[in-house]
């Protein structure tokens, strides 16, 4: 294989670390908190797709908005407000009326419902990181090989690195579309319990309206 050959080989690669490290963030999103805000949202959920009447929020006593699924306005008026009622809570909307749910027991379960969903968004987050890595080496080691090409020089070794680099990347790649597959069922379980968790305390009038 030719210089010019491997230096496109290179180039090709360098080109789908975007991609990746967008996917691995967006990924990452149902459990951590954005630059934009806090907001955090369940993508694909299949109850946010079946019942596109029903939000939820979960907000720490800090007023940190961890997770949820709805709508930007809503983490927007959440996050304003910040938390006035000192606790955790989980706030929800149900056919466009807003409700707030602070009993310590339901909030407990729901504490128990997001947690396995948490756990595997931050191996998630971790995989994540080494993906940076990996593509920041490999963005790295394709600059150095452009400027050996330039100075018409042949560095075999660098070219080497670089497919050591991508297998690698395969490799975490693989490993995150497994966990990826694992948390989009157990988010789909966990809405499934918080749904019905707060729909319960809707009609045992536990959850109140909220301003």
Do not use: C
Not at 18 to 45: C, H, L, R
């Amino acid at each position: 294989m030719n210089t010019r050959t491997q230096l496109m080989g290179g180039l090709f690669i360098l080109a789908l670390i975007p991609t990746a490290i967008w996917a691995t963030q967006t990924k990452s999103q149902a459990t951590s908190s954005s630059a934009d805000g806090g907001i955090s949202v369940i993508s694909k959920s299949v109850l946010s797709q079946s019942q596109p009447d029903f939000s939820w929020i979960y907000v720490q006593q800090d007023g940190e908005m961890t997770i949820g699924a709805g709508h930007s306005d809503d983490w927007e008026q959440l996050e304003r407000q910040g938390n006035p009622y000192h606790t955790d809570y989980l706030w929800v909307k149900e056919a466009g009326t807003p409700y707030v749910i602070t009993d310590p027991a339901i909030v407990a379960q729901i504490k128990t419902a997001i947690m396995p969903m948490q756990q595997q968004g931050e191996k998630m987050k971790v995989l994540g990181e080494q993906l940076q890595q990996k593509g920041d080496a490999i963005n790295s080691q394709t600059q150095q090989l452009l400027l050996n090409i330039a100075a018409d020089k042949e560095d075999p070794q660098i070219q080497m690195e670089i497919d050591n680099l991508s297998t690698s990347m395969d490799m975490l790649g693989q490993q995150m579309d497994e966990l990826s597959k694992v948390h989009e069922s157990l988010s789909n379980t966990a809405e499934k319990q918080i749904v019905s968790l707060a729909q319960a305390a809707i009609k045992a009038g536990t959850a109140i309206k909220a301003p």
